[in-house]
């Protein structure tokens, strides 16, 4: 193949015979026009979807942690304690495990079904900076790769009707002499010589792409692949709310494989390498609302997989209504990909605001014919952005490898209504391949001030431009 992919005759025959693509092909290739809704989705499919998602409840019992011996003095370990009560809680039917003011030391929390984990005002939970605490590895996914790793601070596994409530803070005491100099950069206090996280993260990779059976790929223990801070894996009716959340290995909020999954009024304030805000994986019906995101990577990252492992599974991330958030610093604001190869599709984002000198994007799709997948009808409306440092828009297909697969990246039905703009490199940084174009791209209402450079648009299908202004001038089309 050549590394500006191929032509649509070529992707074409690829599709049908080696099975790049096929699934796509009754639905893909008859879009070369917008395609004509039945419905509106503002009106008709958004509000059918809220309707499903609903927050879990929990009977009326309480489980102080302090009861089970631990210690508000955080100097003596209280994940015993921890483990105690969730289990006394699970066992008697459910309820309220109760962390009362105070900091309490602890290893990972593993959550069980019913419990619903209160971190009250006042209160914070440290969580070990000793990675041997948090062994024996658990199953788990490692930036869109299953495997066998270090425990997820706080976790869960084919569990129902979990929370995590309250107003204290959860604090991964992440910091450049722990965890963070695993991503092996200097400014996050790697040195010369010490290990890093690339030997295993190549390894991982490529047991992926090989088909290695998940069962043996175990890290954990003499590697150094940080864990995420919160992963409810292959759960039901997850609640996350009203905590703060700081200094964090990578990854915050990480519900994978889940369905039924709130996260309200939670703010996060972690600067470290990776350290993305909440990344829904594989997830169905999915409201994140009224949150506060400063972080080191991307606010919100919608995921389903990475390459291989994401096209063996198979399960796209869908309906996701993201309402009332503020984005500070990070890479993108509302983002979709990279790890994306099993797809999304019905995202919402609306009435949120964006803004920092230090968040490169606004909205932005990252993708590649490495990852390929089908994201399709993602909808944007009332959003104010700030200053952003490069573009308020960003489709890109040429993120890492680019061209450089045989997995064809699809982004169709795209659309964006009433979207300001103060401050920025360029408006639009929209790149599609050769034969691989950005389909059904719609802006309506839109206006981008201070703009200081032309915008960035390439292999783009389809587009229509409604009362669009660029430095007060309206445009009308885009090549």
């Known amino acids: 193949m050549r590394n500006n992919l191929f032509s649509r005759r070529e992707f074409l025959r690829s599709a049908l015979v080696g099975g790049t693509a096929t699934a796509l092909l009754p639905q893909f290739f008859f879009h070369e026009a917008i395609r004509a809704q039945s419905e509106d989705p503002w009106t008709e499919l958004m509000p059918r979807i809220l309707q499903r998602i609903k927050a879990p409840t929990f009977p009326k019992k309480d489980f102080l942690i302090t009861k089970f011996g631990a210690k508000p003095n955080g100097l003596v370990h209280a994940t015993n304690a921890f483990k105690e009560a969730i289990d006394a809680c699970n066992k008697s039917g459910g309820g309220r495990v109760i962390v009362p003011a105070g900091t309490f030391l602890t290893g990972p929390i593993h959550l069980k079904s019913n419990v619903n984990l209160v971190v009250s005002r006042g209160a914070t939970i440290k969580f070990s900076q000793n990675p041997g605490d948090y062994l024996p590895a658990v199953f788990s996914r490692w930036e869109g790769v299953e495997l066998f790793n270090y425990s997820p601070f706080i976790y869960a596994r084919d569990q129902q009707n979990i929370a995590i409530t309250g107003d204290g803070t959860l604090d991964g005491q992440s910091d450049a002499a722990h965890w963070w100099p695993w991503n092996g950069r200097a400014a996050y206090g790697w040195k010369e010589g010490a290990p890093n996280q690339r030997p295993d993260r190549n390894r991982l990779m490529e047991m992926a792409e090989s088909n290695v059976p998940v069962e043996e790929r175990v890290f954990g223990a003499g590697h150094y692949l940080r864990p995420q801070f919160v992963q409810p894996y292959r759960c039901q009716n997850v609640l996350i709310e009203g905590v703060t959340i700081v200094n964090s290995p990578m990854w915050e909020l990480h519900p994978v494989l889940c369905t039924n999954v709130t996260i309200r009024n939670v703010k996060i304030n972690s600067h470290g390498p990776n350290n993305d805000g909440c990344d829904p994986e594989s997830c169905s019906d999915v409201l994140i609302e009224g949150c506060d995101f400063n972080t080191g990577d991307d606010c919100i990252a919608i995921k389903s997989g990475r390459n291989a492992d994401g096209r063996r599974l198979n399960k796209p991330t869908q309906n996701i209504i993201i309402r009332r958030c503020r984005m500070r610093d990070g890479h993108g604001g509302i983002t979709v990909g990279s790890e994306i190869s099993g797809g999304v599709q019905n995202l919402f984002a609306e009435d949120c605001n964006l803004d920092s000198p230090n968040l490169d994007h606004a909205l932005r799709v990252k993708n590649n014919a490495m990852r390929g997948g089908l994201l399709q009808d993602l909808h944007f409306r009332n959003i ?81 431009l409604e009362n669009v202004t660029i430095n007060g001038k309206e445009i009308n089309q885009i090549p």
């Open 384 to 464: 104010q952005v700030g200053q952003v440092a490069h573009a308020v828009i960003t489709i890109d297909f040429n993120y890492e490898e680019g061209a450089k697969g045989t997995f064809v990246p699809v982004v169709r039905n795209y659309t964006v209504d009433k979207l300001t703009s103060t401050k920025s490199v360029h408006a639009l940084d929209i790149q599609g391949l050769t034969g691989a174009p950005i389909y059904d791209l719609r802006l309506k209402n839109c206006t981008f001030e201070n703009v200081a450079e032309p915008n960035v648009v390439r292999n783009v299908r389809n587009a229509i």
